[in-house]
């Protein structure tokens, strides 16, 4: 149905007569909690494949709150927790002791000094998202958007090298199209658009895959001024992808 590079989710839709009688009567809906009202301390279960073994379980507590870290360009607010997470729980349910989910297993902090410490996505961050791409519908190709820029990725090496913000930086805009009609400029650098966070081109173009022509957006961008950047909010009513030329 989607995704949301930003905050590491994606939504798979599955028809329910292509699934066999027996993983219907094993499979169970998972019961969503409130990951607002975690404490430090609580219990946490993190469930998944790990390693590639099969289903597993492990246990721990929640470390700290709102742990910000940054995983391939990507910046996210999570939990963190001494839960054993390893490659192929990514994904898998963080787990109160209600058996509630509370977090998205994402990643672990793998050094060898380092031991225990994984983080969770919050799930009440998830959810306004998940409900989000569930909703989505794909666009007809004659009805797709277009922005009408040329742009490259700053990357956190790119931008730690040249002062730059993370993102896309614009390279070019189209005369006469989205971008240049209602200001978007060579120079800025993309930073959301439509609302999620972008860090790099394939994201952006993501995201205007799911967007109608005519269709009215926000871009915040960061644009140079006197050596620093600014943030800008700019509204934008997207061109066809008709009028798109190459």
Partial sequence: KGTSPSSDLAIISVKLNELSAATLEAIKVAIMGDSKVLKVGEPTIAIGNALGYGQSVTTGVVSALDRSITVEDVTCKVIQTDAAINPGNSGGALL??????????????????VEGIGFAIPISDAQPIIDKLITREAV????QAYLGLYGVDVSEEVSAAYKMPVGVYVTQVVENQAADKYGI??????TKFNGEAVTKMEQLQEQLQLCKAGDKVEVVVQRPENGQYKST???VKLSSINDKTD
């Fill in 233 to 235: 909010t700019i509204k």
């Fill in 140 to 143: 007809d190709p004659e009805q």
């Fill in 185 to 190: 400029k060579a120079g800025d650098v993309i």
């Fill in 96 to 113: 109160n002791i209600k058996g509630e989910v509370i977090g998205i297993n994402s990643s672990k902090y793998a050094d060898a000094e």
